[in-house]
């Protein structure tokens, strides 16, 4: 769903998330009022395990296939998002070569050579690796983020995206989003990953207060 404001990035009107089992039994998860994220807002999404922060994450980047979602998610129509999430093991274009996998996703100014190096698939050794044969967790979670920066997205929607690197990826990780310009919504357990990131306010759940420092 689009809407019209040009300074709105997202907004979530009166909002109700609920897991749907497999005997069709539902436990709500989320009930959050009107929240509104502006182009440029960087925010850690945070609150009790269980709180709902990968869910809600899940809902507003649309993989919501074991959602129900009542209310209305607006993400404007000039926003390019793009969603990390650990539990994600299935990349697209798992039949290409890792090259070709960034190449589809790419922003046409992408250096995906560069990409690749940045992430530790050196060309001499991955140019001809098929997606599919990636099976580390480490490494799929780093084509992940290749895939993201090759995209060059302005709306970055992030959970837990240290939780497989190493200390050196995940200062590559650090350095690449501290000169990110566009909106994020990140959840993190990691305090000196949030720390390092310039955010300018929270989303605390299960309550939905949002706090932000203005920016503009």
């Given at each position: 769903i689009r809407h019209p404001s040009k300074d709105e990035a997202l907004k979530l009107r009166s909002v109700n998330i609920c897991y749907a089992s497999d005997d069709t039994q539902e436990s709500q998860v989320i009930s959050l009022n009107d929240i509104v994220v502006n182009y440029g807002d960087k925010l850690a999404l945070i609150g009790r395990n269980g709180s709902g922060k990968s869910t809600l994450l899940k809902a507003i980047a649309g993989k919501d296939d074991d959602l129900i979602v009542d209310g209305t998610i607006e993400i404007a129509s000039n926003a390019a998002s793009a969603y990390y999430s650990p539990y994600t093991s299935v990349i697209a274009n798992a039949d290409t070569t890792v090259h070709e996998a960034l190449r589809a996703a790419s922003d046409t100014n992408a250096n995906i050579g560069q990409i690749m190096e940045y992430w530790g698939f050196k060309r001499s050794e991955y140019y001809n690796t098929r997606v599919s044969d990636i099976t580390h967790q480490d490494?799929?979670?780093?084509?992940?983020?290749?895939?993201?920066?090759?995209?060059?997205?302005?709306?970055?929607i992030l959970d837990e995206p240290t939780s497989y690197l190493t200390p050196i990826f995940r200062d590559r990780l650090i350095r690449s989003l501290e000169k990110y310009t566009g909106t994020m919504l990140v959840v993190s357990h990691d305090p000196h990953f949030l720390a390092a990131l310039n955010l300018n306010g929270t989303l605390t759940l299960p309550s939905g207060d949002l706090q932000k420092e203005d920016r503009r």
């Amino acid at each position: 769903i689009r809407h019209p404001s040009k300074d709105e990035a997202l907004k979530l009107r009166s909002v109700n998330i609920c897991y749907a089992s497999d005997d069709t039994q539902e436990s709500q998860v989320i009930s959050l009022n009107d929240i509104v994220v502006n182009y440029g807002d960087k925010l850690a999404l945070i609150g009790r395990n269980g709180s709902g922060k990968s869910t809600l994450l899940k809902a507003i980047a649309g993989k919501d296939d074991d959602l129900i979602v009542d209310g209305t998610i607006e993400i404007a129509s000039n926003a390019a998002s793009a969603y990390y999430s650990p539990y994600t093991s299935v990349i697209a274009n798992a039949d290409t070569t890792v090259h070709e996998a960034l190449r589809a996703a790419s922003d046409t100014n992408a250096n995906i050579g560069q990409i690749m190096e940045y992430w530790g698939f050196k060309r001499s050794e991955y140019y001809n690796t098929r997606v599919s044969d990636i099976t580390h967790q480490d490494e799929i979670a780093r084509l992940q983020l290749a895939i993201m920066m090759s995209a060059r997205p302005n709306l970055l929607i992030l959970d837990e995206p240290t939780s497989y690197l190493t200390p050196i990826f995940r200062d590559r990780l650090i350095r690449s989003l501290e000169k990110y310009t566009g909106t994020m919504l990140v959840v993190s357990h990691d305090p000196h990953f949030l720390a390092a990131l310039n955010l300018n306010g929270t989303l605390t759940l299960p309550s939905g207060d949002l706090q932000k420092e203005d920016r503009r």
